[in-house]
């Protein structure tokens, strides 16, 4: 019995030593897969680093550039020789249809006019004489105390008094217009973007004195190629950048050349641009594109696409970790810096962008916030 219970004790010594032993085994293999856990490294990306795959319209068409121009100009031009008096406007005044720009010496011209507006009164007067003798004349024919010959001479001196008079208003009206043009006023509404002459300065007849734009609507001229011809329609919209902005700006083909470039080879096309609280101005250069085709398309930025290889591939963070997927492109929509991701991805897809793509697929990767680029 003694022996027995001896081997009884034993068994459960022994069974408690292995349960120990187990369990300090298992504790081991969770410490080593938490300290394994800990030493993987977390890769952390920024929001710029990140943009959503969305759905959206993207455009497309041809690329046109060229440099914005006023729709209405005005060049002012000297109609008449001689000093300038006075000028009233000077660049980038805004000026009203018929403001006074400028006043040239009119001394010799108002002399001309002041010598023609008496050569009309005297030719008024002997008029008014020759048709008092032509009165007198008739009755004294009509009564038979004067020749015929007299009457006569006394119409003909009357008709004479009548071309005289005519005459004399005319040179009248020549000198009062000669007068006029000693004023020099705005032949529309605008902005002074010249003025090539000041006070003192001697011009000629045909010299360019002011120039006017009105800035209210502006056109781009622009040339595409012949291909895209059958394409382009009056009234389609245009988007383009302008050097010195930072945003997009929107107009559309008012109307397309009939005749192509025999220089270029190519078509242009002229493009009306609503200019409101004259946010731009002449000269400016200016490249877009004519969105000739428009569809909706999973999208995401252009520079979210890695093309170092020989397949285009997306760099998506899939439940934490990157992973890379071939992808096949659509239609680029330079206006947005998008592009057509027509298989690979679906909307709502976080991918990585720029230095982000360098991160080894597989790695964990942690987004320091929450809003994607969009």
Same mark, same amino acid.
């Given at each position: 019995m003694k022996r027995e219970n001896n081997y009884r004790f034993s068994r459960l010594v022994l069974?408690?030593? *292995?349960?120990?032993?187990?369990?300090? !085994?298992?504790?081991?293999?969770?410490?080593?897969? =938490? +300290?394994?856990?800990?030493?993987?490294?977390v890769v952390t990306v920024g929001a710029e680093n990140i943009a959503l795959?969305?759905?959206?319209e993207l455009r497309s068409g041809p690329a046109i550039s060229g440099s914005l121009q006023p729709k209405t100009e005005a060049r002012v031009r000297a109609e008449i020789g001689g000093p300038v008096e006075r000028t009233f406007a000077d660049e980038g005044q805004r000026v009203r249809s018929g403001a006074l720009l400028a006043r040239l010496d009119d001394a010799a011209v108002r002399d001309a006019y002041l010598s023609a507006r008496s050569a009309v009164r005297s030719?008024?007067?002997? *008029?008014?004489?020759?048709?008092?003798? !032509?009165?007198?004349?008739s009755r004294l024919a009509? =009564? +038979?105390?004067?020749?015929?010959?007299?009457?006569e001479t006394a119409q003909l001196n009357a008709t004479n008094a009548e071309g005289a008079l005519a005459d004399a208003r005319a040179r009248l009206a020549s000198a009062g217009k000669q007068l006029g043009q000693t004023v020099v006023r705005a032949p529309i509404t605008g902005v002074v973007s010249e003025r090539e002459a000041d006070a003192g300065d001697v011009v000629t007849v045909g010299a360019e004195l002011f120039?006017?734009?009105?800035?209210?609507?502006?056109r781009l001229e622009a040339t595409v190629p012949t291909a895209e011809i059958d394409r382009l329609k009056v009234g389609m919209p245009v988007e383009f950048e302008v050097t010195g902005y930072d945003r997009r700006f929107t107009g559309r083909i008012e109307r397309i050349n009939p005749a192509v470039d025999q220089n270029t080879g190519?078509?242009?096309?002229?493009?009306?641009?609503?200019?409101?609280?004259?946010?731009?101005?002449a000269g400016l250069f200016a490249e877009g594109r004519v969105a000739t085709d428009a569809r909706k398309a999973i999208a995401v930025p252009i520079d979210a696409v890695d093309q170092r290889g020989t397949t285009p591939v997306l760099h998506v963070i899939k439940a934490g970790r990157v992973k890379q997927f071939p992808v096949r492109l659509?239609?680029?929509?330079?206006?947005?810096?998008?592009?057509?991701?027509?298989?690979?991805?679906?909307?709502?897809?976080?991918?990585?962008?720029?230095?982000?793509?360098?991160?080894?697929?597989?790695?964990?990767v942690r987004v320091s916030k929450e809003d994607a680029r969009r």
């Open positions: 069974a408690a030593t *292995l349960t120990l032993s187990l369990a300090a !085994l298992a504790c081991q293999g969770k410490e080593a897969e =938490a +300290g394994k856990a800990a030493v993987e490294p795959a969305r759905l959206t030719a008024e007067s002997l *008029l008014q004489n020759a048709q008092r003798n !032509l009165e007198r004349s009509q =009564a +038979g105390a004067l020749p015929e010959r007299e009457l120039r006017i734009v009105d800035l209210g609507s502006l190519q078509v242009r096309i002229y493009v009306a641009i609503p200019n409101d609280k004259d946010a731009l101005v659509g239609v680029q929509d330079e206006s947005t810096d998008l592009v057509e991701i027509a298989s690979g991805v679906a909307p709502g897809d976080t991918v990585l962008l720029g230095s982000a793509q360098g991160v080894a697929e597989g790695a964990a």
